[in-house]
């Protein structure tokens, strides 16, 4: 049994379908809960009555106090590409702006220019925190295995690059020898 919406488009045997009660890319909750770890954070997810609209379930403190009965902000998520995500948020409490893309320990953020923790939220998206107001969250992922990658690849470059000019210099001396045996040989 598939998740409650309506067909959108249908084609070749497979259909599109608009699933009801959705959340959008991003969004700021102005509520959250603090686990100890991801699993926990699955089970709190998982509950009856759970709202991912109004609260997150976060494995680290985002260090900001929350405010009672506060109502949820707005925010719009933007990709340039899917290594770099901005997210303008307009706040009406100190919330937690819920990406809805995997987290990653690749992912960094910054809020308004000034870098931010990204954390783990709802079990396996990814979280910032903003105070109250108009924010804008930046985020980019770097994969570290291609920096190492990259690194590799420049010390072989290097290490070919020094043997070639080895070898050149060991074949004009050569040359240079043999040309001075001839000249010594010849006279």
Do not use: K
């Not at 900001?64 to 995500?85: C, F, I, L, M, N």
């Not at 997210?87 to 702006?97: E, G, I, K, R, Y």
């Not at 969250?137 to 291609?146: G, H, K, M, N, P």
């Amino acid at each position: 049994m598939g998740a409650a919406g309506r067909v959108v488009v249908s084609t070749q045997g497979y259909d599109l379908v608009e699933v009801y009660g959705w959340e959008p890319r991003a969004s700021a909750v102005p509520e959250w809960t603090v686990v100890d770890s991801e699993a926990e954070a699955f089970r709190q997810v998982l509950e009856s009555g759970f709202d991912p609209a109004r609260t997150a379930v976060v494995e680290r403190d985002p260090g900001s106090a929350q405010v009672p009965g506060a109502v949820p902000g707005d925010a719009v998520y933007a990709e340039t590409d899917p290594e770099h995500v901005r997210v303008a948020v307009d706040a009406t409490a100190p919330s937690l702006v819920v990406i809805r893309n995997s987290y990653d320990e690749g992912w960094s953020a910054t809020v308004d220019g000034a870098p931010a923790e990204v954390l783990p939220a709802d079990g396996f998206l990814q979280g910032v925190a903003v105070d109250a107001g108009h924010h804008e969250v930046a985020l980019t992922y770097r994969d570290r295995a291609i920096g190492r990658g990259l690194a590799v690849s420049a010390v072989v470059w290097l290490a070919l690059g020094v043997a070639l000019a080895g070898c050149a210099i060991v074949e004009r001396r050569r040359r240079r020898g043999r040309a001075l045996r001839s000249v010594v040989g010849g006279s």
